[in-house]
């Protein structure tokens, strides 16, 4: 008989299984234990097939092929590892436990069984030598000490104070040796933390949350909406409702194969990569900035981590959560054509600045998060080279330092800046700040 449990009981050990070490981090993974949970707890199903999962979690397309596309299985039984490691360490005292059985996607929640607590072991007898053994064991050590003669004592005391001063001076050596080469390593290590403006800058980020998440563009979305002539609003992409708009259009089966394929697809740029690879060396050890794709990124995490996104709202559909607290917005029109738009220009200002065969431009936008208690920090180029030229922009001492004496500042205050981008194809040349704004106290 199937045990009887509170609903709200199992909902709250799922979302501390969610936000254990093991599954905080893993954004689908978290995706796919809600969705599950829902179907058993508050669906009541008794079963969810594989490719209901497929579709509704993973984004294929309706009647995909199981047998050629595993992500499902292999999803939940990495969900099932962790689901064990959380019950092994921080769970190992809920009495409420949660597994997914094989072959069934529907969790099971059950009591955890009751085990008789293990009897104390009896300590060891401690074993004695009898008093007379004792007493005789210490006078032949005084008679053995005593025995010797002086001139052997104090050669032995010079010998091992010879041998510990030679051993004390190696060891000092080999100290000091190793402390250069761990300076050495450091430094090469953390060389940015040794350029005041660039240590300035990326410490105000690093400090504001424990953890900071790089959040790369969709370029497969860019091409969905390049090829369909077509903007999608940031709600259907994060419900994935697009994907099920376009296939219900009356195209030909060609090009529905093409559309379901690049569904598939998750692409990205290579310069963006590059952009995001340089941010993550700021934290060698992989412990505070961590990678994310938009097509697996969560709106949680935008509550909890410190944000940098990378891509303009065209293929990283993010950006449009902030869009509404920024001066300038990079802009891409269905006829191809890309911009940035001035929100609200001054007297030497333009309202549009497009971009050309030779001349590109940036958005870098740093602001605090809408409840001030954490950063975000926005890279919108019109192309891959201004892209790479916002990555020199902001990882530059050179740049950033004279960035701060335009400011008059020594310690950069929040800000938007549009660079202007002089390039020949798949080469930045040179970058200018065309003209900012600052934001000492942003709402």
């Avoid at 510990?164 to 050495?184: D, T």
């Avoid at 020949?424 to 900012?436: A, C, D, E, F, Q």
């Amino acid at each position: 008989m199937r045990e009887v449990l509170d609903s709200e009981e199992c909902w709250a050990l799922l979302e501390r299984i969610a936000a254990s070490p093991e599954l905080r981090r893993a954004t689908r993974l978290q995706e796919l234990l809600y969705y599950l949970g829902k179907r058993s707890l508050k669906d009541h199903c008794e079963t969810v097939h594989e490719q209901t999962v497929g579709v509704e979690v993973f984004g294929r397309p309706n009647g995909y092929d199981t047998t050629a596309d595993n992500i499902v299985r292999t999803s939940v039984s990495e969900l099932r590892k962790r689901i064990n490691a959380y019950f092994s360490v921080e769970g190992a005292d809920e009495g409420l436990i949660m597994d997914i059985p094989r072959w069934n996607y529907v969790p099971v929640f059950k009591h955890r069984p009751a085990h008789a607590p293990a009897l104390p072991e009896s300590p060891a007898p401690v074993e004695s030598l009898p008093l007379e053994a004792s007493e005789a064991h210490v006078e032949a050590q005084a008679g053995t000490r005593t025995s010797r003669g002086p001139d052997f004592a104090l050669i032995a005391v010079s010998a091992v104070a010879v041998l510990l001063g030679f051993g004390c001076l190696f060891f000092w050596n080999q100290y000091r040796a190793a402390s250069a080469r761990y300076e050495a390593l450091h430094h090469s290590m953390y060389a940015w933390q040794y350029e005041p403006s660039v240590a300035q800058f990326w410490n105000e980020i690093l400090k504001a949350r424990p953890d900071t998440d790089v959040v790369l563009a969709d370029a497969s979305f860019g091409v969905l909406q390049d090829v369909n002539k077509k903007r999608f609003p940031f709600a259907e992409y994060l419900n994935r409702s697009y994907i099920t708009q376009l296939q219900q259009q009356n195209l030909n089966p060609a090009m529905h194969h093409m559309v379901d394929s690049i569904a598939l697809w998750n692409l990205g740029s290579q310069d963006e990569f590059k952009l995001a690879r340089r941010i993550l060396a700021l934290d060698p050890l992989g412990k505070n900035i961590h990678l994310y794709s938009a097509r697996g990124y969560m709106p949680d995490l935008t509550k909890q981590d410190n944000v940098i996104l990378i891509g303009g709202q065209l293929s990283n559909p993010w950006d449009q959560l902030y869009e509404n607290r920024t001066n300038f917005i990079t802009k891409f029109d269905s006829n191809g054509l890309i911009a940035v738009i001035n929100r609200a220009p001054t007297a030497s200002e333009q309202q549009i600045y497009t971009q050309t065969d030779s001349v590109q431009y940036c958005v870098v936008a740093y602001l605090p998060n809408p409840d001030h208690n954490g950063v975000v920090l926005l890279i919108e180029g019109t192309n891959a080279e201004a892209t790479e030229a916002a990555g020199d922009f902001l990882l530059s001492e050179y740049q950033l330092s004279n960035f701060a004496k335009m400011l008059h500042v020594h310690e950069l205050p929040y800000f938007e800046v549009l660079l202007k981008v002089s390039s020949v194809p798949g080469t930045p040349l040179t970058s200018s700040i065309k003209t900012y704004r600052v934001y000492r106290n942003p709402a």
